[in-house]
T-cell receptor
Framework: GNSVTQMEGPVTLSEEAFLTINCTYTATGYPSLFWYVQYPGEGLQLLLKATKADDKGSNKGFEATYRKETTSFHLEKGSVQVSDSAVYFCALSGREAAGNKLTFGGGTRVLVKP | GAVVSQHPSWVICKSGTSVKIECRSLDFQATTMFWYRQFPKQSLMLMATSNEGSKATYEQGVEKDKFLINHASLTLSTLTVTSAHPEDSSFYIC??????????????FGNGTRLTVT
């Protein structure tokens, strides 16, 4: 079945530091890949997505590239802010026949200190 | 656009009572909605897929008689936790897809409901 593995947190950074959160996946066929962000006490918000190999999703300074050869979708941001402190989830959406269910990674908590 | 509203945002109830959580798609129609449960510092666990006009599809290990799902219209799905116990305390989140709901369409999430059973 489908699965998503992402690096465990927490990740603690100083403001303006470079952030990378690794995400790898296992899936049949050609899944779509997503990064969601969850701020404290809230639901999840879509951060970015990529629907085919070599696509790059980007939003709010975050980027992730769909790498089929390495089955990865690592999230990066060049200069983080305190407001980026949140939990980040990597997810994939698989075959249509499977009901397009989202499979989530375990989440990575990021704490940015001023 | 694509706003999912969830109500209430938090609820405290006594053991043995039932609690209903509502999930509404405010500006789009959702044939299918998803209900997730999230334990502290853990990922989301899909509980069930709610289908408008038909029975929900439950994931393995989720008690359908305990977590009643009703998807009465294209904009409303409800989750009722029946005879709640302290172990049901958790963060419940609903979500829905816009449009045809294909795999390229992201899910839009409600802000979640924190349930505490005393």
């Amino acid at each position: 079945g489908n699965s998503v593995t992402q690096m465990e947190g927490p990740v603690t950074l100083s403001e303006e530091a470079f952030l990378t959160i690794n995400c790898t996946y296992t899936a049949t066929g050609y899944p779509s890949l997503f990064w969601y962000v969850q701020y404290p006490g809230e639901g999840l918000q879509l951060l970015l997505k990529a629907t085919k190999a070599d696509d790059k999703g980007s939003n709010k300074g975050f980027e992730a590239t769909y790498r089929k050869e390495t089955t990865s979708f690592h999230l990066e941001k060049g200069s983080v802010q305190v407001s980026d402190s949140a939990v980040y989830f990597c997810a994939l959406s698989g075959r249509e026949a499977a009901g397009n269910k989202l499979t989530f990674g375990g989440g990575t908590r990021v704490l940015v200190k001023p | 656009g694509a706003v999912v509203s969830q109500h209430p945002s938090w609820v405290i109830c006594k053991s043995g009572t039932s609690v209903k959580i509502e999930c509404r798609s405010l500006d789009f129609q959702a044939t299918t909605m998803f209900w997730y449960r999230q334990f502290p510092k853990q990922s989301l666990m899909l509980m069930a897929t709610s289908n408008e006009g038909s029975k929900a599809t439950y994931e393995q290990g989720v008690e359908k008689d305990k977590f009643l799902i009703n998807h009465a219209s294209l904009t409303l799905s409800t989750l009722t936790v029946t005879s709640a116990h302290p172990e049901d305390s958790s963060f419940y989140i609903c979500s829905a897809r816009v449009g045809s709901g294909g795999k390229n369409s992201p899910l839009h999430f409600g802000n979640g409901t924190r349930l505490t059973v005393t």
